[in-house]
């Protein structure tokens, strides 16, 4: 049986005319339960994914509403990279973060992720790299990876 997690904001800090949803997707509860605690406080709504074959069926089921996706790379069944594949086969556009402990090629990984950043990274650059991604001045051309350890 798979999880599902929403974490939503209170209405007091609903400053931002739309709401953001951010999907997570990492087979830690513990880093689900962070990154839902971290973006809830910072104004967006998260869908957490338990790993890469629920990510696929709740992207599936919420396509309209995911506005980003924060992935891990090693996941059982379903690594990062693949769901990072599948997910801009299908929306070329949609902004995907991917964090690594094992730190990937981030050659194989450019076409498919808008930045990589190690496990470990302060929690604020994450939140400054989605903010940067999720700008409205964001175009739809391919951007170089961004890489933090």
Known sequence: MSEYYNFYVDESSKLLPKSLT?????DDAGIRELYGA???QNGYE????VNGRHA?????????EIDAVILDYEMPGMNGLELATWLKQRHPTLPVIMVSGSHPDLEQMAPFVDAAMGKGVP???ILD??????AP???ST???IGHVQ
């Open 22 to 26: 951010v999907m997570c997707v990492d």
């Open 38 to 40: 971290l973006l809830g």
């Open 46 to 49: 998260v869908i957490a994914a």
């Open 56 to 64: 696929l069926h709740v992207f599936e089921t919420k396509e309209n």
């Open 123 to 125: 929690l604020r650059h």
């Open 129 to 134: 790299r989605l903010q940067v991604l999720l």
């Open 137 to 139: 001045s964001r175009m």
């Open 142 to 144: 391919p951007s170089s």
